[in-house]
């Protein structure tokens, strides 16, 4: 569904996109993760068809973003909705803006207004709602055409955890019903509960892509022990046998034992430092 080939993006002196590569298929949710100026918004912005490349080649189904916008939903990572419009004219300004009509906008409205627990306040305006409520008007006015690709830039940024819910039960639907999503995000538990691939970006490039599993074998872990007031720690890929040799030398009493797997924050620092990051 996307294609995107060695995109490259300078700003004078900055180097924003380097070589940057990434497929998403239909149905596949890709967390995009990595720090800041790493390329990220970047490229959902050059993939939406609001920048062009200095080199390398992004086609969505087969065509140039300014062929495919029909098709393409995305949410920006800073809130931007028109503060005198309520949440329900958002909707359907969206929803005319992609092609809906009628009773079908009417439909899509009122199922994204329940999908994403906008029903209460449809008729508010969005100068008077909160950030969650904001996040979710914008999410939805993203999602009110079922795009084929989904383009979500930091969607849960200081949201609530409703909010955070409610998005990540719609975005794990519309990829089971076949939409292909890019999630860039802090939150890299979300990508857990999500199912996601992992595409992790640094200096303008993906440096890694795979599953959550492929990409976190052979990482250390982390065993914590409590002893009469000590904590000794040990970094390693055997846990049951770090343990046993930390219980060994531990003093007495032994107040607690803590087994940590390794986490998508322990992979990219393991490849921002292989990458020189």
């Known amino acids: 569904m996307l294609e995107a080939v060695a995109l490259t993006k300078?700003?004078?002196?900055i180097q924003a996109l380097d070589g940057f590569t990434l497929n998403v298929a239909a149905g596949e949710i890709v967390g995009l993760v990595g720090h800041n100026g790493a390329g990220k918004t970047t490229f959902v912005e050059m993939v939406s068809g609001l920048l062009k490349p200095d080199s390398g080649t992004v086609l969505v189904d087969g065509r140039p973003p300014s062929e495919a916008r029909g098709i393409i939903g995305i949410s920006p990572q800073h809130i931007a909705?028109?503060?005198?419009?309520?949440?329900?004219?958002h909707l359907e300004l969206y929803g005319s803006l992609a092609g809906l009509r009628r009773a079908a906008l009417r439909e899509a409205v009122e199922e994204l207004a329940v999908a994403l627990h906008l029903t209460a306040f449809l008729d508010r305006r969005a100068g008077f709602l909160s950030g969650g409520q904001q996040r979710r008007t914008q999410a939805g006015?993203?999602?009110?055409?079922?795009p084929s690709l989904l383009l979500l830039d930091e969607p849960t940024a200081g949201a609530d955890p409703e909010t955070r819910q409610a998005l990540l039960e719609v975005v794990r639907r519309r990829a089971g019903e076949g939409a292909a999503v890019v999630y860039t995000t802090h939150y890299l538990t979300e990508l857990m509960?999500?199912?996601a691939t992992l595409a992790v970006a640094a200096k303008g490039r993906i440096i890694a892509r795979g599953t959550?599993?492929?990409?976190l074998e052979g990482l250390p872990g982390e065993v914590r022990v409590t002893a009469a007031g000590q904590e000794l720690h040990a970094s390693t890929t055997d846990?049951?046998?770090s343990l046993l040799d930390l219980l060994r030398t531990a003093p007495r009493p032994v107040e607690s034992v803590e087994l940590r797997k390794p986490t998508l924050d322990d992979l990219y620092h393991s490849l921002a430092v292989t990458d020189g990051v």
Not at 141 to 146: C, D, K, P, T, Y
């Open 212 to 215: 959550s599993a492929e990409l």
């Open 193 to 195: 509960d999500l199912g």
């Open 141 to 146: 006015a993203a999602l009110i055409h079922r």
């Open 81 to 89: 909705l028109y503060r005198p419009l309520t949440v329900r004219e």
């Open 10 to 13: 300078r700003y004078d002196d």
């Open 239 to 241: 846990p049951t046998a």
